[in-house]
């Protein structure tokens, strides 16, 4: 279908092409992505009172059901830094590096297979079977966990941990673009992301608890750690095929007929229109290669990479960081709590302000800047730290408060900034992917040879990272000001003249007619 001529710019058309609200009715505005007069105007007038009402059914099954989840996913990984305090080294004969290459081993099948995994997520007529399955697996080798015996058992069980939890979260993050317009999706993430933060207090609680249990039925505490919250794992793994939702055409028992219409409709415009869900639908080998060549995406993923080296950094450490300050290590893992509480807050409440002012940069710049203080108070402090324990303890919590924004900001705005539906999965999955690969720089730069000298190089590399992501995202904000300043001065002749419809289509979010999200 050609371009309307209704006294509507081919301009405001490409910003309708970002829009998935109500807006003023102007004829069909949406003409042209292939919705007829009648859905555009069941869209723009769909009661409010009704709107909410399909969100709030929306957000009571598919968030709670997803941060728990991801909660297990956190504590299921990072749990081998409480144990660590509890014996484990010893009774395991480890030495050196060797509690870092078990930690950092975890990355390497992780990042490898996220990719794949979202591109075979999209072959499940049902996310919830193939999620689930992943679920029960890695809480098997969880369980499995607390039976080893040496360190080429643990990091064999690292590694496949790894391969089964590698698909859940930008599986996860895929889920939620699909259910939710642009508008809603950050503080969403930020409630299932939260859950990372939450793990790292409920690890210390559960681990506080857990850990009291040395010696019964012949099994060291540190290793019932992994053996109850393995069996926790599993029975929530169950849960995801009756309880997690799936897909708007697969939810007739739970939203009626006008919601499953007002759903579809949102997820047409916020594709770009009919033609490009069709012709963007199946894997494509260039979808990749345009992902690999797009500067844009490098930047997103630092913001990300940056996010994980503080986040895994600390989760992995805390506990040995908190008993260097002289306390034992039933205090050491309770005092882990508050800085992971205060992250979670932090997470939520600066996602609800990006979603109200519709603006991600300033969103990761200001949390960013409160890390970069973090590590300023600990960086030339925390060599003093049984002298200086108030400053140190405000920096961790300062750091946490920061870092946990920081990634539901990221994979907001990469979610909003990439037009197809097969793309984005792939896109999402590779953002988080490179972000991940932070986790490996975070397994190394607290070394325990560092612990009497304040871990300066750990320290040092979360300031120097902190500022870095400041600068590039500010470049990066820039970058899409400038390329939708670009699109924005091209004439609906001068378009006409270079493309057909079918072409814009295929384009994706590099057609003319798409705006970045700032």
């Given at each position: 279908m050609g371009l309307q001529n209704d006294g509507v710019s081919l301009n405001?058309?490409?910003?309708?092409?970002?829009?998935?609200?109500?807006?003023?009715?102007?004829?069909?505005?949406?003409?042209?992505?292939?919705?007829?007069?009648?859905?555009?105007?069941f869209f723009e007038t769909f009661p409010e009172d009704k709107h909410k009402k399909m969100l709030r059914k929306i957000d009571f099954r598919l968030v709670p059901m997803l941060a728990l989840l991801y909660l297990c996913a956190h504590i299921d990984r990072a749990n081998i830094g409480n144990a660590k305090i509890e014996g484990m080294l010893e009774d395991l004969n480890m030495t050196g590096i060797q509690y870092n290459i078990a930690v950092s081993v975890f990355f390497v099948p992780y990042i490898l297979l996220e990719v794949p995994s979202n591109v075979l997520l999209k072959r499940f007529k049902r996310p919830s079977t193939y999620l689930g399955m992943l679920v029960i697996a890695w809480g098997i080798v969880m369980i499995g966990t607390g039976f080893v015996k040496n360190f080429g058992g643990l990091v064999a069980c690292r590694l496949i941990l790894a391969a089964c939890e590698a698909g859940f979260f930008p599986g996860a993050v895929y889920l939620i673009t699909k259910w939710y317009a642009q508008k809603q999706v950050q503080t969403r993430l930020a409630l299932f992301y939260c859950a990372s933060a939450l793990s790292g207090a409920f690890s210390g609680?559960?681990?506080?608890?857990?850990?009291?249990?040395?010696?019964?039925?012949?099994?060291?505490g540190w290793a019932w750690i992994f053996i109850l919250e393995g069996i926790a794992t599993v029975f929530i793994g169950v849960m995801c095929f009756v309880v997690m939702p799936d897909t708007p055409a697969l939810s007739h028992k739970w939203l009626n007929e006008e919601e499953l219409r007002y759903l579809e409709i949102q997820t047409t415009i916020k594709e770009g229109g009919r033609n490009t869900q069709e012709a963007q639908h199946k894997f494509k080998w260039s979808y990749l290669t345009d992902l690999l060549t797009d500067y844009k995406v490098f930047l997103q993923a630092f913001i990300l990479f940056t996010a994980s080296v503080c986040a895994y950094g600390l989760k992995f450490t805390m506990p040995s960081i908190t008993k260097s300050m002289g306390y034992t290590s039933a205090q050491a893992q309770l005092l882990t709590i508050p800085p992971y509480v205060a992250g979670a807050?932090?997470?939520?409440?600066?996602?609800?302000l990006s979603d109200k002012f519709q603006w991600r940069a300033p969103f990761v710049i200001i949390p960013m800047s409160i890390v970069l203080l973090g590590f300023c108070i600990l960086l030339p402090?925390?060599?003093?730290?049984?002298?200086?324990?108030?400053?140190?303890?405000?920096?961790v919590m300062l750091i946490c408060i920061g870092q946990y924004p920081t990634n539901p900001a990221g994979s907001a705005w990469i979610s909003g900034n990439l037009a197809g539906d097969t793309k984005r999965a792939m896109g999402i999955a590779l953002n988080i992917a490179l972000g991940n690969s932070g986790g490996l720089l975070g397994s190394f730069m607290f070394l325990d040879s560092e612990?009497?000298?304040?871990y300066p190089t750990g320290f040092g590399i979360g300031l120097g990272l902190a500022a870095?992501?400041?600068?590039?995202?500010?470049?990066?904000?820039w970058s899409y000001w400038s390329i939708n300043k670009k699109r924005a001065a091209m004439s609906e002749e001068e378009i006409e003249s270079k493309y057909n419809e079918q072409q814009l289509a295929r384009m994706g979010d590099k057609s003319p007619l798409y705006r970045y999200k700032l």
């Open positions: 405001a058309i490409g910003k309708d092409l970002e829009k998935t609200s109500q807006v003023e009715i102007v004829d069909n505005k949406y003409a042209n992505l292939g919705i007829n007069h009648e859905d555009a105007e609680l559960l681990a506080f608890c857990i850990a009291k249990m040395d010696g019964l039925g012949g099994v060291a807050i932090s997470a939520v409440g600066f996602s609800m402090l925390a060599k003093n730290i049984t002298l200086q324990i108030p400053a140190c303890y405000i920096g612990a009497k000298k304040g870095a992501v400041i600068m590039s995202t500010c470049f990066l904000e």
